[in-house]
Structure formats: C-alpha cells, structure tokens
C-alpha cells in the first residue's frame, strides 16, 4: 500500500490508507492483538470515516473484507472505485 501511495503522491494525489491513522490510535488506545476490543473499536471504523473525506479509492492487494466495505462504502457514497495503478489519472 505504500509504494502505491508514493506513486500516487508522484502523481500529485495526497493518499492516505485507514493504516497510516488507525494504527498508531490503536497502539495508544491500549490494544494488545489484532481483533481485540480496542482494536475492532478504531481500525475499521476510522477507515470508514475517512472515506467520506476522500475523493476516490484504490482497490489493491488481495482478499480482504475490510476492503471490500470500504469499496461497497465508496460505490454507495458515489466515489470513483480503480483496481490499479493504472487507472489512476494524474492529479
């Protein structure tokens, strides 16, 4: 997902992944283990929040139900959907 966002930096995006904001909010929050309370509490719901807030977003990678929400999320809330790099225009 990094290496996508620097591309997409390059392209004069500002790219920002639910990881970057939830992870260190978990750390704080207490969280002991992925999927424990604290956890379930912020990782998905701060993506979700800050999805209203983005214009678009890049499906990649592989199975993830996560991701899948956010896309199904980003359909219903009538942003653009790309599934690569590719289909990205330049900012």
Same mark, same amino acid.
């Given at each position: 997902?990094?290496?996508?966002?620097?591309?997409?930096?390059?392209?004069?995006?500002?790219?920002?992944?639910? /990881?970057?904001?939830?992870?260190?909010?978990?750390?704080?929050?207490?969280?002991?283990?992925?999927?424990?309370?604290?956890?379930? /509490?912020?990782?998905?719901?701060?993506?979700?929040?800050?999805?209203?807030?983005?214009? $678009?977003?890049?499906?990649?990678?592989?199975?993830?139900? #996560?991701?899948? /929400?956010?896309?199904?999320? $980003?359909?219903?809330? #009538?942003?653009?959907?790309?599934?690569?790099?590719? /289909?990205?225009? $330049?900012?």
């Amino acid at each position: 997902m990094n290496d996508a966002a620097v591309h997409l930096f390059r392209s004069g995006h500002l790219p920002v992944t639910g /990881e970057a904001l939830a992870l260190p909010l978990i750390e704080r929050a207490g969280s002991a283990a992925v999927g424990d309370p604290v956890f379930d /509490e912020i990782f998905h719901p701060i993506s979700a929040r800050l999805l209203t807030h983005c214009d $678009a977003v890049l499906r990649i990678g592989g199975p993830s139900a #996560g991701a899948d /929400e956010m896309v199904a999320q $980003a359909r219903s809330e #009538g942003k653009h959907v790309y599934t690569a790099l590719t /289909e990205v225009p $330049a900012a």
